[in-house]
């Protein structure tokens, strides 16, 4: 199975913040790098796929991106409702692997 | 708007089943894969089982294979999990979502709590 590893866990930040979020696979996945928003009590929801792709109705403030074998999730102005936790996941090879989440919160 | 509601969700002792439902609605249904994805408390997301749109190709996570069984009624635009043998490792939310472009998950539902406990 394709490993997953998230980093940071965690994170502390303000609203305007820049956030970044790294995911990295153990093994390689091409582009098929997807990434979830989830809050407390609630379902998951996909902000972005295959690396870059914005669903359709996500803000423009989130961004997706990849360099040698890391995956980048960032946030360009952190705003009030996006205190969640993201999950990355690889859709490259079944079974389809989360990373373990990192959750940012208020500082 | 695509919606997807669980339901079958209980408490269940050890060795018990269940089966959990998934009804669909505002999309074609029968043109799309489907999965279940479990959370247990306080954890992250694991993906548990997927099958493709005709009902045919299925494929299970490693701990549930041979207990659990993934079926969909194109019919009835409703996704099943049967689950036998369960453990109080299977105690989580289950999830059923769509799959979607690149091979994303793009809709979900809001889950349905199984517990598995004595």
């Known amino acids: 199975d394709i490993q997953m590893t998230q980093s940071p866990l965690s994170l502390s930040a303000s609203v305007g913040d820049r956030v970044t979020i790294t995911c990295r696979p153990s093994?390689?996945?091409?582009?098929?790098l997807n990434w979830y928003q989830q809050k407390p009590g609630r379902a998951p929801t996909l902000l972005i796929h295959?690396?870059?792709r914005l669903r359709t109705g996500v803000p423009s403030r989130f961004s997706g991106s990849t360099s040698g074998t890391d995956f980048t999730l960032t946030i360009s102005s952190l705003q009030p409702e996006d205190f969640a936790t993201y999950y990355c996941?690889?859709?490259?090879?079944?079974?389809?692997?989360f990373g373990p989440g990192t959750k940012v919160d208020l500082k | 708007d695509v919606q997807l509601v669980e339901s079958g969700g209980n408490l269940v002792q050890p060795g018990g089943s269940l089966t959990l439902s998934c009804a669909a609605s505002?999309?074609?249904?029968?043109?799309?894969?489907m999965h279940w994805v479990r959370q247990a408390p306080g954890k992250g997301l694991v993906w548990v089982s997927h099958?493709?749109?005709?009902?045919?190709?299925?494929t299970y996570a490693d701990s549930v294979k041979g207990r659990f069984t993934i079926s969909r009624d194109n019919a009835k635009n409703t996704l099943y999990l049967q689950m036998t043998s369960l453990r109080a490792e299977d105690t989580a939310v289950y999830y059923c979502?769509?799959?979607?472009?690149?091979?994303?998950?793009?809709?979900w539902g809001q889950g349905t709590l199984v517990t598995v406990s004595s």
């Open positions: 996941q690889q859709t490259s090879t079944r079974p389809y692997t």
């Open positions: 099958i493709f749109n005709d009902g045919v190709t299925t």
């Open positions: 295959a690396t870059s």
């Open positions: 505002g999309f074609t249904f029968s043109s799309y894969w």
């Open positions: 979502a769509r799959g979607g472009n690149d091979w994303s998950f793009d809709s």
């Open positions: 093994q390689s996945i091409d582009i098929y």
